[in-house]
């Protein structure tokens, strides 16, 4: 008979009262280790009734602003305003966020590819199937703090698919709005989310955000201070943390709305990209989006890449090395507030 039960297990208990730190124990046996776990940093911070929120950062090894904000949260939780219970996992997928890798290092898993997970799979999977089957049905809300990584630039961003159902669909925007980040988009139609950990959310009844605070690789300051200031007013929107009576009042963000597949520039050629548009910019239908250069073929004009859909720059490609099938840019439509 199949295992369909965990095989993760952990010595931190999601019931008990207080601040908890500890791991998920990832089974891995190497020949290094036979007998071996790979630990998954997890606290729990509970403090009586209330809702209880799933915190995500790391779910990509190489997205490091998310990873910073859950580590800074989780050190000085202040327990006392807590009304329910907050699950943090500051680098959920621990193999890749040691190597500084968008996936694991250890069996290539892309965790927010692999959901709903297997049991008896891989390292990833088995976190992911950890994660589905554990921790989402214990909790009402799950905030996933994502950035571009290595390969991809975002203007500072919280995002979400929006759900259809309008209920449902108000309330992820009541997520928008208190984290408010500079700019918040809304992406239409799931596009394989079924796979991701948004998938897992929406079987389960689980409110889901997640963001883009940056990439390249890199720390954004600016990202990373307006969401250390938003993950407050987020908490506080959700019920899971108590207000003093002199919250900010949350900045105003601009939305987009995206349509995946039209709005992505795709690389049709191999070479040095040489961008003609910034991050933030306007763009209209089938205006140039760059130029393409052959190093091996210098004196060959380069391939013009041009922009499908108009809109607003929301990413671009940070390597300037492009080879075919690399995705270049992503617009949206501005939206009125
Ligand atoms: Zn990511």
């Given at each position: 008979m199949?295992?369909?039960a965990t095989r993760v297990w952990t010595d931190v208990n999601l019931e008990k009262e207080g601040v908890q730190?500890?791991?998920l124990r990832v089974p891995h046996s190497t020949n290094d280790s036979g007998y071996g776990w790979i630990p998954v940093p997890i606290s729990v911070v509970r403090n009586g009734d209330g809702p209880s929120v799933l915190l995500m950062a790391g779910n990509h090894g190489d997205e490091y602003e998310g990873q910073v904000l859950l580590m800074k949260f989780l050190r000085n939780a202040p327990i006392e305003k807590i009304r329910g219970?907050?699950?943090?996992?500051p680098g959920v997928n621990a193999p890749a966020v040691a190597a500084g890798h968008r996936v694991s290092p250890i069996d290539g898993g892309n965790l927010n590819r692999l959901f709903p997970g297997d049991p008896n799979g891989t390292p990833t999977q088995m976190i992911a199937h950890f994660i589905d089957s554990i921790?989402?049905?214990?909790v009402r809300y799950c905030f996933d703090f994502h950035s571009g990584g290595y390969s991809s630039e975002y203007i500072p961003?919280?995002?979400?698919v929006a759900p259809d159902e309008p209920a449902l669909r108000e309330e992820a925007i009541g997520?928008?709005?208190a984290f408010a980040m500079p700019n918040s988009i809304l992406i239409e139609g799931l596009m394989g989310g079924d796979l991701r950990l948004l998938g897992s959310c929406r079987r389960l009844g689980v409110g889901h955000m997640s963001t883009e605070l940056g990439g390249a690789?890199?720390?954004s300051v600016d990202a990373f201070r307006s969401a250390e200031?938003?993950?407050p007013r987020l908490l506080r929107h959700v019920g899971v943390l108590a207000g003093d009576g002199h919250e900010d009042v949350p900045p105003v963000s601009q939305f987009y709305r995206r349509h995946p597949a039209r709005d992505f520039v795709y690389a049709l050629a191999t070479g040095v990209f040489e961008p003609y548009v910034k991050l933030g910019q306007t763009v209209a239908d089938g205006d140039v989006a760059g130029a393409i250069h052959f190093t091996e073929t210098p004196w060959r004009e380069p391939e013009i890449v041009r922009f499908k859909m108009g809109g607003t720059v929301l990413k671009r490609r940070a390597p300037a090395r492009t080879k075919i099938g690399d995705c270049l840019f992503t617009t949206g439509t501005r939206l009125d507030n």
């Open positions: 199949t295992n369909t730190h500890g791991y219970r907050i699950i943090i996992l921790l989402l049905p214990e961003a919280a995002h979400l997520f928008l709005k690789g890199a720390f200031s938003g993950l």
